[in-house]
């Protein structure tokens, strides 16, 4: 049956008896996320379970505080936990294009390279001092003397052998040579040789040839001692650079002994540094003459002995917690950084710069689902990653290049990170339903609420969250009936009285406005009048959509009655949604009837301006108008119906009810009130099912009507299983309360007809008629005319065209 809906059924007000404070300076602030007992459950387990692919993906609504819930949670439970290792690339002096990785304690990293450049600017001081000492000199003298001495031996054995076999031993440009000599010891020349007879000359070849044999013997043994020689200064200098190497290097692999990588890298070094001892020796650059045509000398570098300290923790307590809000492949997965020299792109392991990933080894690391989608390689790159447990840092866009490059091959990180996605539910459930690795990699679902039970327990942890606010955003302190106004809001906002928002950054926004006005009128604490202010000047701000279409229906352009009475026509209520704005407002929704067999036609649905649940609900009516008239003849009529001046579309089923009364108005005849507007959906059993957006609705029609001046005979009609949702603002409720606008709900779809049409709806005799009097009556009585006029129509067709054949045949 239809009731008058009561004052208090309107709204569900917060009383201040629920408030047991003055004001958010006597409330402490809120140490917990409430309202999110299933999501904060699922993020307990998922965080505490260790196995692979259990990651976890956050969803829900934006503003109900997803990311700060998780940033908090993880901030505390990361202090509990190790510091992880420091994590460090070194250079591989085997294969320089890929860097080794070491991993060190927390904070030791930045120690070890502190310790290595140390040493190796020591060594670059030691190492020249040691070339120039007179111990060394004496030693590398030493072994140079024995080298003449013997050289001398050697070629002096040679010489003497010559002289007596009228030879001598000469040096030229090309080297030595052996020359004939005449007995006065002059070497002969090419004429005094030329002049020589056969027997001579043939004597002296003979004798050179020997000769000449002897000096290669003494050039071989001479070249071999040369060897020798360099081999033993090789030894002097790598035992004098080994003096001042060798212990300290010892003293790092003693330090660092239980670190296996740690100890091969430190022997590699001290293998370079006495293979490459020559570049620590002091450089004297000679001066030329041109300067700007001597090309560029390359320097020793000593780069190659730093340290790139990649991961460094030593300032994290902790595990890391790492936010990511810009998740491109680059910030994920890291860099290799080049620098421009002499017009050339190089780079070296020093360059090679971390990501996300590798900064949260060892701990979390939390990023938005949608940004990660929307950036080219992220998605793919991280679920490899997690599938193969270990980050590489490779160029992404190798594989699209015409030309391969030669790059830097880092050795990977161990990947040891807890990942958190957190999106909206249609990513999620679009991830999970498309792409199967997903499944195996992200299994845990901490799914959060949009609102909370409106309980004495919640309603003070709102008002903790509200003095939470005041204190990080310094603003000034509310009152109990602020915050009652708040929770009200909160209501609202759910879209049930018992019920408040878990959208927490929309009550943040409205407590910094409520401050901001607050302030702006001198006082020192927020009232329910600073909300109201607040929440009014949100309205106003946004309504000018609103406040055009209101201006259109008052002057006509569109189409809306709200007096008077009139046969196939009632006022709907629609939710038009801008999307930071949503308000209701009315349409006019009109039936045509006539004989026919078409049915019910959507006209909306004919031009493609439906929608999939207004085609559905137009189904649904069409079943209980059958049901309900035609259990004894079928139902013939053709009927038409259509959403008036809609240019957009239209979607769901709210309007059902209306158009209900609107064909049974254009079947009966009988004129509806446009004075008051009505939402609702129904089953085929003529039930009246909730709808949503009941509160915009409601004010909306109000708005209409107020333009004109209300008549008290203006109201709405709306589903009774929609009073839970009722939070109607206070300018609604006094108009009701003093009789100037109506609320009526009804449980079924006969229930308003009498108010609405002014006769009783009528039930069913037994012998399946109605009584004359009723609405029910007019509407079967109608039917029945349409139906026969619907035979009589095809009957009268067919005698006609019967004539035609028989005058033709004639």
């Known amino acids: 049956m239809i009731e008058r809906v009561k004052k208090e059924d309107l709204c569900n007000s917060c009383s201040l008896s629920e408030l047991p404070f003055k004001s958010t300076d006597d409330v402490k602030p809120l140490k917990e996320t409430i309202g999110q007992e299933r999501a904060l459950h699922a993020l307990d387990f998922g965080l505490d379970i260790e196995s692979h692919g259990f990651n976890i993906y956050i969803l829900g609504e934006s503003g109900t505080g997803k990311m700060t819930t998780i940033r908090n949670i993880l901030e505390e439970r990361a202090k509990k936990e190790a510091t992880p290792d420091d994590w460090c690339y070194v250079y591989n002096f085997k294969n320089p294009d890929a860097p080794n990785v070491l991993n060190l304690p927390a904070g030791t990293g930045t120690l070890f390279k502190k310790e290595i450049d140390e040493m190796i600017n020591d060594l670059r001081q030691e190492i020249p001092k040691i070339f120039e000492s007179k111990e060394y000199e004496k030693q590398r003298t030493v072994i140079l003397h024995d080298f003449q001495q013997q050289q001398k031996k050697f070629f002096g054995e040679l010489e003497k052998e010559a002289q007596k076999k009228d030879f001598t031993l000469q040096k030229n440009v090309s080297g030595l040579a052996l020359l004939p000599v005449k007995k006065g010891g002059e070497p002969l020349t090419e004429e005094e040789y030329d002049s020589l007879d056969a027997e001579a000359k043939k004597k002296i070849g003979k004798i050179g040839k020997e000769l000449q044999d002897k000096l290669d013997d003494v050039i071989r043994l001479v070249r071999a001692e040369e060897n020798e020689v360099k081999k033993k200064i090789t030894d002097l200098e790598r035992q004098a650079v080994l003096s001042q190497v060798g212990h300290r290097i010892d003293e790092l692999k003693n330090k660092y002994k239980e670190n296996r990588n740690i100890i091969n890298y430190l022997g590699d070094v001290k293998e370079d540094i006495l293979e490459h001892h020559e570049d620590f020796k002091q450089q004297e650059e000679q001066p030329q003459p041109l300067n700007f045509l001597k090309p560029p000398k390359a320097e020793p570098s000593f780069s190659k002995y730093t340290v790139n300290v990649f991961v460094n923790n030593s300032e994290i307590k902790g595990a890391p917690v790492v936010i990511e809000t810009n998740p491109t492949y680059l910030n994920l997965f890291g860099r290799v950084e080049h620098k421009l020299q002499y017009g050339v792109a190089v780079t070296d392991f020093t360059m090679i710069k971390p990501g996300a990933l590798h900064k949260a080894t060892g701990g979390y690391l939390v990023t938005d689902a949608l940004e990660l989608l929307k950036n080219i390689f992220s998605y793919d790159a991280l679920k490899r990653t997690i599938k193969d447990g270990e980050i590489r840092l490779e160029d992404a866009w190798e594989q699209y290049r015409l030309i391969s490059t030669i790059m830097l091959k880092p050795q990977a990180i161990p990947f040891n990170v807890k990942v958190i996605l957190v999106g909206n539910p249609k990513i999620y459930y679009l991830l999970y339903n498309l792409d ?86 001198g006082s020192s604490v927020v009232t329910d009048d600073d909300v109201e202010t607040a929440l009014r000047e949100r309205v106003y701000r946004s309504d000018k959509v609103q406040k055009k279409i209101l201006e259109a229906m008052e002057d006509g352009s569109i189409l809306v009655d709200k007096k008077g009475k009139a046969v196939g026509q009632i006022n709907g209520l629609s939710v038009l949604d801008l999307g930071d704005y949503s308000f209701g407002m009315p349409s006019r929704i009109t039936a045509k009837t006539y004989a026919g067999r078409a049915g019910i036609v959507n006209i909306e649905r004919e031009t493609k301006m439906s929608g999939k649940i207004h085609e559905k609900a137009i189904l649904i009516l069409t079943a209980y108008l059958g049901g309900k008239y035609a259990s004894k003849h079928p139902l013939s009529l053709s009927a038409s119906l ?26 009966s005849g009988v004129p509806i009130k446009q004075s008051i507007a009505i939402t609702g959906s129904m089953n085929q059993h003529g039930e009246v099912q909730p709808i949503g957006g009941v509160n915009e609705k409601i004010e909306g029609f109000y708005e209409f009507c107020k333009i004109s001046g ?61 009584p004359g009097g009723t609405l029910n009556h007019l509407v079967a009585k109608r039917l029945l005319e349409l139906s026969k006029a619907s035979k009589e129509k095809p009957e009268k067709e067919t005698a006609k065209k019967g004539s035609k054949k028989t005058s033709s045949k004639k």
């Open 436 to 521: 199967e690795e997903y499944r195996e990699l992200f299994k845990i679902k901490a799914d959060y609420e949009n609102r909370m039970d409106r309980s004495k327990e919640n309603i003070l942890k709102y008002a903790s969250f509200i003095k939470t606010k005041c204190v990080k955003k310094g603003l000034q302190p509310f009152d109990r009936s602020a915050v009652a106004k708040i929770i009200e809001h909160g209501s609202k906002l759910a879209e049930h009285k018992n019920k408040l928002s878990a959208k927490f950054s929309e009550i943040a926004d409205i407590l910094r406005e409520a401050s901001h006005w607050s302030k702006k009128r």
């Open 642 to 667: 259509t959403f008036e001046q809609l240019y957009g579309g239209v979607e769901g089923d709210s309007a059902t009810c209306a158009e209900v009364y609107a064909l049974l108005s254009s079947i």
């Open 710 to 770: 209300l008549t008290g005979e203006q109201g709405v009609i709306i589903p009774s299983r929609n009073l839970i949702n009722l939070m109607l603002n206070n300018e609604v409720i006094k108009a009701v309360e003093e009789g100037k606008f109506h609320i009526y709900s009804i449980e079924n779809i006969e229930d308003s007809i009498e108010i609405l049409m002014g006769m009783p709806p009528g039930e069913m005799k037994s012998d399946g008629t109605y």
